[in-house]
């Protein structure tokens, strides 16, 4: 099986320092990848890698399952996207287009096709003869996107393209991306660190720290599964509750201060004693019931709600620890009220405390 | 609804202002103050170029003539004696145009391209390079004068218009180069990779990108440069040559040749000529130069 894009053991050192350690990435044809990440986790330099940018310091990088490794930007069949857009301010938007055509020398008919079709595809055709300063965000976002969609590629890169946008445009251009991956069914790798986009945009998501992938999984499964405690804390909004306590019986049960929680139906392998680990629990798989049940139940006290339209997002206080819970809003307690939570334990994520690994 | 009623009651639009505030006021006394005292030199010339000789050493400094003539300001062209010849300043003026355009292009140029590797084309040891570059730009030229006197006899170029040319070119290097660098670090390093993966290289994106951005700075350089060599006197008095000696020479010999009694009116003339050239310069293109000095500072 050949992949679109196959990176083998990528490391990239700037001086002394490691950014991206021993990196290995298959990506399907047609794939939408995105890499996400915090701050300095090195989601944009493997991009940039990718785009020929920046040089390797080991390992190798396949695009259509040629070895580019040490191939120009201009002949690894990719196009990318940048965050600032870095459209050429002197240049109209037809200019802009055509550049990279006309440097390749391509026949005039054809470059005029390609920004025809692109210019269709993007609805930037009233625009063609304005410069790039004449333009809104979106817009120019849209003929950055032009840019790499006329040179026909295999493979488009996106460097947090719509970072720079405001947030009602930001959900715009995102379904129109998803759209235009839809209709084109190109290769699209994607870095981010708005887990939104990963989540809504991504075939299957990179969560990336330190120069390491952490996992690569669908959305529905980094969501559901996160495979360490980074990754079980970086996605999802609000956050995931941690619990510390220990796994006990024999692997049967987890007990966090007073309470033991059967981990019965628990979606892992647990049959062995941890004296340290935490229980995941995501804001929407508690539930809040007034009456105690013995295995099910963790009993909490309110401490206040934030009413968010549909729902609200209730935080208590249970065995020392601060919970949030979402909840429907005519269903929410009182603050000050006594509860009891009852877990959902097929949904929830038990990881061992030292090697804050799932379990 | 209550609300709106009263917010239309109030006034609306600018705050008003009386026309003269004593801030203003005093702001305004010493602008025109400081501008009377830097204008008041050049009154006096261009009123002293108009006299002639006996109306000079009889009337008063600041009086203008009471029979303005252009005499003074012809002979300063065409027959004021700089030594030995008696042809005007015409000559040095002319050996300034061939010495100040070759200077400027060729300084510029390698500059420019010079900045925009250092820049965008990182290499081994571009850091030390840069580093030695800018020392460069502030060891004394005194220090230099000497050896460059023996390097361009070594090449056999000494008191010609190469020589001079040559000095001028490599002593503008440096800072120039400072410069275009600096100016192309403010640019956005994304357009710098938006063109790679387009497939420009290396001269397709210095020319077709780059270049076309930077007008500013190439103005602030034009400018640099061409008043810098225009004013300069040391270099075109030691490496020139008596033929190739540029405005400045001739006017310092002009003013400086002791023959009978001095001619204020053509001395006066013969300076505003020489001055003329960085002048016109700088009311041409202050709008730009001010431009390319703030484009670092904020990025447009």
């Known amino acids: ?359 | 609804m209550a609300n709106t009623s009263t917010i239309s009651a109030e006034p609306s639009g600018a705050k008003p202002k009386p026309f003269i505030t004593w801030e203003r006021a005093v702001v305004y006394t010493v602008l025109i103050v400081c501008a009377l005292f830097f204008l008041l030199p050049l009154y006096i010339m261009i009123i002293t170029s108009l006299k002639s000789i006996s109306e000079i050493q009889g009337g008063n400094i600041f009086v203008p003539s009471s029979n303005p003539s252009l005499a003074a300001w012809e002979k300063a062209w065409n027959s004021a004696c700089t030594g030995l010849y008696c042809e005007g300043i015409k000559v040095g003026f002319w050996n300034s145009i061939k010495i100040t355009v070759p200077s400027t292009i060729v300084s510029i140029a390698v500059a420019s391209i010079s900045g925009y590797s250092l820049a965008n084309w990182p290499f081994k040891f571009s850091e030390g390079f840069f580093t030695i570059l800018l020392l460069g730009s502030f060891i004394p030229y005194v220090v230099m004068l000497y050896p460059i006197v023996i390097i361009t006899r070594y090449l056999g170029i000494f008191s010609t218009l190469p020589a001079v040319v040559l000095v001028h070119t490599i002593f503008g290097l440096p800072i120039q180069t400072l410069l275009f660098r600096n100016y192309f670090a403010s640019l956005p390093q994304e357009l710098f990779k938006a063109a790679r993966v387009d497939g420009a290289s290396y001269w397709q994106i210095f020319f077709r990108v780059f270049v076309p951005m930077s007008v500013p700075i190439f103005t602030v350089s034009v400018i640099l440069q061409v008043t810098g060599i225009w004013n300069d006197f040391l270099f075109g008095v030691i490496y020139a040559g008596p033929t190739n000696y540029p405005m400045t020479v001739q006017l310092n010999n002009i003013v400086n040749s002791a023959q009978g009694g001095k001619a204020y009116n053509v001395d006066m003339a013969a300076t505003i000529l020489t001055g003329l050239v960085p002048l016109t310069i700088y009311f041409i293109s202050g709008k730009y130069f001010v431009r390319g000095i703030a484009a670092g500072a904020v990025k447009g």
């Open chain 1, 1 to 359: 099986m050949s992949y679109s894009v196959s990176v083998k053991n990528l490391t990239l050192k700037f001086g002394a320092a490691e950014v991206l350690k021993n990196l290995n990435l298959d990506v399907e044809e047609g794939e939408f990848i995105v890499l996400l990440g915090p701050s300095g986790c090195g989601k944009s330099t493997l991009l940039n890698c990718l785009a020929g940018l920046l040089e390797l310091s080991e390992g190798q990088i396949h695009i259509k399952g040629k070895n580019v490794t040490w191939a120009e930007p201009s002949e690894r069949g990719i196009g990318m996207v940048f965050q600032s857009y870095a459209l050429y301010p002197q240049m109209t938007v037809r200019g802009n287009l055509s550049f990279g055509l006309k440097i390749a020398g391509l026949p005039k008919a054809d470059i005029e096709a390609r920004v025809q079709r692109a210019s269709e595809i993007l609805q930037i055709g009233p625009y063609l003869d304005r410069k790039p300063g004449a333009l809104s965000g979106g817009q120019r976002q849209r003929v950055a996107i032009g840019r790499a969609l006329v040179r026909d590629v295999d493979v488009f890169l996106f460097d947090e393209p719509l970072s720079n946008l405001d947030a009602k445009l930001r959900s715009e251009l995102r379904v129109e991306l998803k759209r235009l991956h839809n209709r084109l069914q190109n290769t699209m790798i994607y870095v981010t660190h708005d887990q939104i986009e990963a989540l809504t945009l991504a075939d299957r998501i990179a969560i990336m720290r330190g120069g390491i992938i952490q996992q690569l999984a669908p959305p529905q499964e980094v969501y559901n599964r996160p495979v360490n405690l980074f990754v079980a804390g970086f996605i999802g909004s609000p956050a995931m509750n941690f619990l510390k306590g220990a796994v006990v019986d024999g692997g049967k049960a987890f007990q966090v201060g007073n309470t033991k929680v059967s981990l019965e139906g628990y979606d892992g392998g647990t049959n062995i004693e941890r004296p340290k680990a935490i229980l995941g629990l995501r804001p929407e798989h508690l539930l809040i019931q007034p009456e105690a049940e013995a295995g099910m139940t963790i009993p909490a006290q309110v401490e206040l709600d934030e009413p968010m339209g549909a729902d609200s997002l209730v935080w208590l206080v249970a065995e020392g620890h601060q919970l949030s819970v979402r909840v429907p809003v005519e269903n929410r307690p009182k603050p000050g009220a006594t509860v009891h939570l009852k877990v959902e334990i097929h949904k929830a994520s038990v990881f061992d405390a030292e090697s804050e690994q799932r379990i």
